[in-house]
């Protein structure tokens, strides 16, 4: 692939598709929604509106930090406070399935479909790649981004068309595009994070308590290892609990699992060998955190695992 043919391709795309609409876009800060609002501008300048959803899902100080870099990139970004709504929607959940649908109807119906009505546009520019679609498709794992291609008609349901200037690429392509288009390292180099977010990193119910823990353990595990070069690592909250003592006292704490993993395009992964030391100061941090007692190290490839856990 060439990086700067596909992105002329791609803008002459939307200007034919949109024609003299409006279009709306979601962005997350990552490298997929991050390229598709800078293509969008670049096509549809101020005819594309562009949102942050904050979902009460997110990293701590995420909403407000992509926002920022946004606006110094010359790019408006308006920030939508929808945690009530999402919240809402994943109480009491435990199947991941469940809790997937549940994100999925609450961000195409609820949250933007309110903003389809008051901006009046008429298509959403999603950041879907190759690899989401196969993976749903396959059955393996029901990406949030996905629609069309298992049977749901966005304008049907929803009042809008989707459009989706990525869904021909992978990871490593889109990184290439983002290079091309002279996007930050922040953003270029910035490992893959999930669309429904740290919901994606907790086994079980999504309650306000459980997001304080894993987002936490979170913001450890990437200070850690943001210089171990892998392609993720992250911090899931199990639904199980394990006995431990606290201050001389038993306790039944939760437990923390660690992965950081290499990968090309996110098709196939490999852990990464950390160092002990590394291992042990992660271990000593995470179970400081309250009501943590367990922290664990996932060494499994993909396959047979996910990545992601949910």
Known sequence: MDAKTFIDEQIADLKQSVGEGLAINALSGGV?????????????????????IENGLMRQGEPQRVVKTFAEMGIPVQLIDAKKEFLGALRGLTDPEEKRNAITRTFYATVFGKLVRETGAKHLLHGTILTDIEE??????????????????????????????????????????????????????????????????IVGEVTEERLATVRAATAIVEEELGNTGAFQYLAVLLNDRATGIVNGKREFGQIIVVRCIQSLDARTATPVELPWEVLKRICERVTAIPDV????????????ATIEYI
């Open 32 to 52: 997929d929604s991050s390229v598709v609002t800078v293509l969008g501008h670049r096509a549809l300048g101020e005819r594309l509106k562009t949102v942050f």
């Open 136 to 201: 749903t498709v396959a059955g393996i794992k029901r990406q949030h981004n996905i629609l069309s291609q298992i049977g749901i008609d966005p304008e049907k349901e929803f009042g809008y068309q989707v459009l989706e200037p990525l869904k021909t690429l992978r990871k490593d392509g889109v990184r290439e595009v983002a290079k091309a288009l002279g996007l930050p390292p922040e953003i270029t180099q910035r490992i893959p994070f999930p669309g429904p977010a740290l919901a994606t990193r």
């Open 293 to 304: 007692n367990r922290c664990l190290y996932d060494l499994t490839p993909k396959p047979p």
